[in-house]
């Protein structure tokens, strides 16, 4: 062996462990990301329907007067879809960034915040839209 290659093997391997880190670390950010996405998704889709459940159930119901007691929440048959789209997407951990009820669907729009890396917080969007069922 020369002297000028003394120590290229620890510097390739040193190369060669930097690259594999990198690739493990793109694949879980990548595995995160796509999991996240599939959740928001779906969470979307069922906020959707139960916003359009509660339109079909107030447009075939007559309007109920409002009670006197304003501490209580409303009741479900009596709440706008908009008010469901809400309760539904706090459960699924989920923000409803926007809901617009016309007389035949319900479309909304749900975020969802990532805490990745102390340096990355990606906020995933996805839209959704519904009709009575």
Known sequence: MSPNERGSATVLSLL??????????????????????????????????SAAQALAATTQSAPTPPTADTDTPPHPASATP???AARIATLHKVHLESCHPTPTTVTITVTLQLHLAPFAHPTLTTTSRAGPL
């Open 82 to 84: 908009c008010e469901i």
């Open 16 to 49: 060669a462990a930097l690259l594999l880190l990198t690739a493990l670390t793109v694949a879980t950010l990548w595995s995160s990301i796509s999991t996240a996405r599939h959740k928001l998704s779906a969470a979307a889709d069922l906020t959707a329907l």
